[in-house]
Each structure stands twice: as structure tokens, then as C-alpha cells.
């Protein structure tokens, strides 16, 4: 069950530029899910997904969603706002068990799902991640396995120069602390809730 209060989800016309300084966006909704083995690989280009090359690194699809490569063997499905999640979930749902070295892993229980948003984005992780996530740094398609407000947390950067934002996946659990973390965090950039509508 989610944690969030009910005001969370409710598109609250925060100032104008919040979006563009500091917003938190609760994407926990969006489908989400894991593959790992030797022929992943092979099972998601065979369905369209443009894989990256690399672990740690992640390619945004044409839907608008991302796959991240966690491992040599492991891939995470991000779903799209465009599609509210519904190709990733389809993913899911066709998976049947064969003679591949193909697992299912599912995400949607067992991993929450934040975005931050804005040019502080970096600089409000500071405070809780010893990752450097600056752009310089960690540029758009990166991926950080790390710990941030003591719980182990993917970062994705799956922003631009003009629109920064970090997605966060972590234990589903944590929601509650690790939001509040976030937001305490957020406080000296006066960010604010941004409601899933007005990302897209």
C-alpha cells in the first residue's frame, strides 16, 4: 500500500519555476520491472528495447521510458508517462518461464520510485548521497548504485542541460523516510511536490 499522503497526487500549481529549481514527483505507480541472464539481452531486442552497452548506463527508449543496465546480465524496465507504464507492464505479463537464461524480476512491489527534478537536483542529493551526481560528473544516461539517506538507492540522470532530473529507485518499504529525507533536504531550495500531469 503506498504511503504517500493523498495530497501528493494532487497537481497543486506549485510556483512557476519549481520545476525548473527543485520538484519531487512520485512516479511509484508507473510499471517497472527486472530481467536478468545471459539472454536478457537478446529477449529484450527481440521485443524493440535499445539496450545500453555498457553496465551502469542507461538508454531512453522512444516511448519516453529507460532501460538501465544494472549488471553485465541484469536490465530494469522504466515505464513511460506517455503510455503510463502499459508497454513495460506488457513485458511483464508475456514473460513465461523457458528453456532461456531469461528471469523475471519483479520491481513493482519491491521498489518505490521517486524523481527529482531541477538544476539543485545534485545539490540536494549532496546532502545524503557521497555520489558526485552533478552533471559534469554523472551526465545524462548514468547510472549510481549507492546508498543515500542510509538505504541503498539507484540514481538514474534522465534529464538535459535545460530540464535536469534524477529518478530514484529504492527499497518500497523506505517511501515514507526516504521522502521525507528528500524533502527536508529540498527545503533550503524551496522545492515542492510536483504532480505527475504537469511533468508531461
Not at 39 to 62: C, H, I, K, M, T
Not at 146 to 155: G, K, M
Amino acid at each position: 500500500m503506498n504511503s504517500l499522503p493523498a495530497e501528493a497526487f494532487v497537481s497543486r500549481s506549485p510556483r512557476a519555476d519549481v520545476l525548473h529549481t527543485c520538484a519531487l514527483t512520485d512516479l511509484t505507480e508507473l510499471a517497472r520491472v527486472g530481467f536478468r541472464g545471459a539472454d536478457s539481452a537478446a529477449y529484450l531486442q527481440n521485443r524493440g528495447y535499445r539496450l545500453p552497452p555498457l553496465p551502469n548506463n542507461a538508454v531512453r527508449q522512444e516511448d519516453g521510458g529507460w532501460v538501465a543496465r544494472l549488471s553485465q546480465t541484469e536490465y530494469l524496465l522504466l515505464g513511460s508517462l506517455a503510455d503510463e507504464g502499459a508497454r513495460v507492464a506488457g513485458a511483464e505479463a508475456e514473460w513465461a518461464q523457458d528453456a532461456q537464461l531469461n528471469y523475471l524480476l519483479p520491481r513493482q512491489d519491491s521498489h518505490a520510485w521517486l524523481q527529482l527534478s531541477g538544476e539543485f537536483a545534485s545539490a540536494v542529493m549532496a546532502k545524503l548521497c557521497g555520489v558526485d551526481l552533478r552533471a559534469e560528473a554523472f551526465g545524462p544516461g548514468a547510472v549510481a548504485q549507492t546508498s543515500a539517506a542510509r538505504i541503498n538507492v539507484i540514481v538514474l540522470n534522465v534529464g538535459s542541460d535545460q530540464r535536469p532530473a534524477l529518478q530514484l529507485l529504492f527499497d518500497r518499504a523506505s517511501l515514507a523516510y526516504f521522502r521525507d529525507a528528500l524533502l527536508d533536504a529540498m527545503a533550503e531550495f524551496d522545492g515542492g511536490w510536483v504532480g505527475v500531469d504537469e511533468l508531461m
